[in-house]
């Protein structure tokens, strides 16, 4: 095991119980704690003379200590006092309360102050400043520089980590796996350089240089990866698709709208792909309500009428059942054999050409003769290692995946650099957007109202309920205790229905409110993905402050889906959340993720975070250059990865995580 992967406690000077505190900053290993990038650094360069300091501002000073000691009031709160001269004058210094400082601070030291100055009795004076003890011969690491400020946990200071880091970065060296061909090449700073520059800077510029040279690293692994793979990809044969634009156009023709501009183009990328001898391995993305179905339901059409086999995989059976009734209305006319594959599956019809199912569809190859097409929707729910073993089952089909999560256009050559992407930006024409609120609790009373009237003209509604609660008892009978009163209380005279993880009947109570037998829907966040009834035009979220923003969004992606209006009603007490604000005021799904990911981070988003692997912190995913930079190289390293077996055991490392982003 290299020094690096040691437990942090390993690590000069620090022991189990400073290991304890890290470990808050997600600090585990030694090389967790050396890439704990700075937040922000200060320009401590400007050290005055102390004639020359100005009043009321900060100020740091260079001086020797004259004389230092603790006094105790009357009250027994302590005080120290302490003097400093440099060549130019005298300055006081006081701190309040922190008893410890003159064991810090000897008489004779060479000192750092660093604080707000004020003018009294004559007298310049330091109150409680900052200091750092100078050692003879070594440069200070706190002031006199650019200073690196960290995130802090309570026992963990900023100063605390810039000295610890120092001493590491000075003591080891660290192993560069990024050849010097390459580093010369794209210009890049060698990785002890970089760590250095990264953490103590003497330029502002060199912060950048770090971090690109750090962000480069980060991708370039997962590149590499991407890059070896769509080559195998190309290497493999598939099954030519030919297009039968006649009848297709018949199919579409009958169709009760008409395709939107961004639909035809997808289908049309998605044609090119498959008629061609190699697998298609393409995303469509969209946001919730774009259409992908239809689109989904084209490439199937092409499919069957070449005699192949498609299977559509779903994240839940639920989507399953939805998706299963959506293909048999729309293909029943051609009599084609559709099969529904979900746990409870028992009979298989081995004639079946479109195959919709859970990743219960896995576990039941001997239904796929000739599989041409494998479509995964909602693909983000998946594991990639779910979407390979669907894939391993033919001869290499064609590939779509599907997604509503609205990925920024440079993040997504980040993250799925191995796919080529179809994009949806634009909804149905027929579709007004839908309208939020927050109603805050003196009218809750109000919305009920709200409520019956809409269902009184034959609409319908959700109400959600947050999966975990505050209440001592579990979020499930919460629920059940609010739909034990909407139902009796407040909508008696209405059919409640209530649907949640636990409940057995979940596919019927969903086809008994798509066929209009339920008025109003209790429901958790299980009817999230892609759930699809046009006239629930009623969304109340309870407590929306315990979701995430693209929860929340695919949450109302469920209402706002015909050519009525529909009302998303958030109720909360918290009704100036800065969050829930912004969604108010937001329909498209990209804002909303561009918003999330401003204030989280790619690796929160992405749900990589909680490893606690610094090299998965992705920061660089948010900068198009370097992924440029990442991608370009990629090739370069491949033809001459051998030669890079440190490199290569990286990629092979990153396959791994690479598993883990869904
Ligand atoms: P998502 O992209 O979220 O999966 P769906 O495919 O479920 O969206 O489509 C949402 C609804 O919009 C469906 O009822 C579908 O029939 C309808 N739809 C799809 N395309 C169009 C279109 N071009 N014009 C009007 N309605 C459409
Ligand atoms: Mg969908």
Redesign the pocket.
């Known amino acids: 095991m290299d020094f690096l992967s040691l437990p942090v406690q390993n690590a000069y000077y620090i022991g189990e119980k400073y290991a304890k505190l890290l470990s808050k900053l997600d600090i585990f290993t030694i090389k967790d704690l050396i890439y704990y990038y700075p937040v922000k650094y200060a320009d401590s360069r400007d050290i005055k003379r102390i004639l020359d300091v100005e009043i009321s501002n900060n100020n740091i000073i260079q001086g020797t200590v004259s004389s230092i000691k603790n006094i105790y009031t009357r009250s027994r709160k302590v005080i120290t006092k302490a003097n400093v001269y440099d060549e130019s004058g005298m300055a006081e210094i006081i701190w309040f309360g922190q008893e410890y400082i003159p064991s810090a601070i000897k008489e004779g030291n060479n000192v750092i102050f660093s604080g707000k100055v004020y003018l009294e009795r004559g007298k310049i004076v330091f109150k409680s400043p900052q200091f750092e003890v100078l050692k003879e011969n070594i440069d200070p690491i706190h002031f006199s520089r650019i200073t690196p400020i960290y995130s802090q946990t309570k026992g963990i200071s900023s100063k605390w980590l810039r000295a610890k880091i120092k001493n590491i970065l000075d003591k080891i060296v660290i192993e560069d796996y990024i050849p010097t061909e390459i580093r010369d090449k794209y210009n890049l700073l060698e990785i002890n350089e970089a760590l250095q520059k990264l953490h103590f800077p003497k330029e502002f510029s060199d912060i950048e240089s770090a971090k690109r040279r750090l962000g480069f690293e980060e991708i370039l692994y997962i590149q590499v990866l991407f890059h070896i793979r769509n080559e195998e990809r190309k290497k493999r044969s598939s099954y030519r698709i030919e297009v039968d634009k006649i009848r297709i156009n018949e199919f579409i023709k009958d169709l009760n709208?008409?395709?939107?501009k961004s639909?035809v183009r997808s289908i049309r990328e998605i044609y090119n792909d498959i008629k061609k001898g190699i697998p298609m391995n393409r995303l469509l993305e969209?946001d919730?309500?774009?259409?992908?179905?239809?689109v989904a339901a084209v490439a199937t059409y092409a499919t069957y009428l070449n005699h192949l086999q498609t299977a559509i995989m779903v994240p839940t059976s639920i989507l399953a059942n939805q998706h299963y009734n959506t293909l048999k209305k729309l293909f029943d006319k051609f009599r084609i054999p559709i099969q529904l594959i979900t746990a409870n599956t028992s009979k298989v019809n081995r004639n079946a050409q479109i195959i919709v199912g859970t990743h219960a569809l896995l576990y039941k190859n001997d239904i796929f003769n000739n599989l041409g097409l494998v479509i995964i929707d909602e693909q983000h729910r998946f594991g990639i290692k779910q979407r390979e073993d669907i894939v391993s089952k033919g001869i290499y089909p064609h590939i779509l995946s599907m997604t509503?999560t609205p990925i920024p256009r440079t993040l997504a050559l980040g993250i799925y650099g191995d796919l080529d992407i179809s994009t949806?930006d634009e909804m149905?024409?027929?579709r007004i957007s839908t309208k939020t609120y927050i109603v805050p609790n003196s009218k809750r009373n109000d919305a009920y109202e709200f409520i019956k009237t809409r269902v009184e003209k034959g609409e319908q509604a959700y109400i959600i309920y947050p999966v975990i609660k505050e209440s001592e008892n579990s979020e499930l009978k919460a629920a059940e205790k609010e739909y034990e009163l909407l139902k009796n209380e407040i909508f008696p005279s209405l059919r409640v229905e209530i649907i949640h993880g636990k409940v057995k009947n979940k596919d019927k109570i969903l086809e008994d409110f798509a066929n209009k037998k339920i008025d109003i829907l209790i429901s958790t966040s299980v009817i999230e993905v892609?759930i699809?009834v046009?006239d629930a035009t009623v969304m109340v979220i309870e407590n929306p402050e315990r979701f995430g923003l693209s929860q929340l969004h695919q949450l109302r992606?469920r209402i706002g889906?015909s050519d009525k209006q529909s009302y998303c009603l958030l109720f909360t007490p918290n009704t100036d959340n800065e969050r829930i604000t912004y969604f108010c005021k937001h329909n498209n799904g990209l804002e909303l993720a561009e918003y999330d990911l401003k204030m989280r981070g790619p690796g929160e988003i992405f749900g990589v975070n909680q490893s606690g692997r610094p090299d998965l912190k992705m920061a660089s995913l948010l900068d198009p250059e370097i992924i440029k930079l990442a991608r370009m190289a990629a090739p370069d390293i491949i033809e001459n990865l051998s030669k890079y077996p440190k490199l290569q055991e990286k990629v092979v490392e990153a396959q791994e995580k690479v598993l883990t982003i869904n």
């Open positions: 709208f008409s395709l939107t639909q969209g919730v309500g774009s259409g992908k179905t239809i509503a949806l149905p024409k027929n892609g699809d046009k992606g889906r």
